[in-house]
């Protein structure tokens, strides 16, 4: 059976869009910006805002504010979700 419509079980376990703003984070380590990560995984400005505010009270991303631009990165606490995230997917790809 097939939740989500995604032949390996990717996101049986999490949400779509948390889990890809979460690797998309981990895996391009540098800092980034809100309206970056909405455009690179097809979610609304907002909605990314959203989860990114939930993150922050989770303490897995931090908000730096430079002018107009509010950038993102993960915490420590961050990179190692985001390991192990990220870990726990290879193995539901695993055929």
């Known amino acids: ?16 869009k948390p889990t890809d703003i979460l690797l998309h984070l981990h895996e391009n380590s540098s800092t980034t910006y809100v309206s970056h990560i909405s455009k690179k ?3 609304t400005y907002a909605h990314t805002e959203k989860i990114l505010d ?4 989770l303490k897995i991303v931090k908000f730096k504010k430079e002018g107009r631009r509010k950038y993102v990165s993960l915490t420590e606490k961050g990179k190692k979700i ?3 995230v990220e870990s726990l997917l290879i ?3 695993e055929k």
């Open 54 to 57: 939930l993150f922050v009270n």
């Open 1 to 16: 059976m097939n939740i989500y419509n995604d032949t390996n079980g990717r996101y049986l376990l999490f949400k779509k």
């Open 91 to 93: 193995i539901c790809d």
């Open 41 to 43: 995984i097809n979610c």
């Open 82 to 84: 985001g390991e192990g």
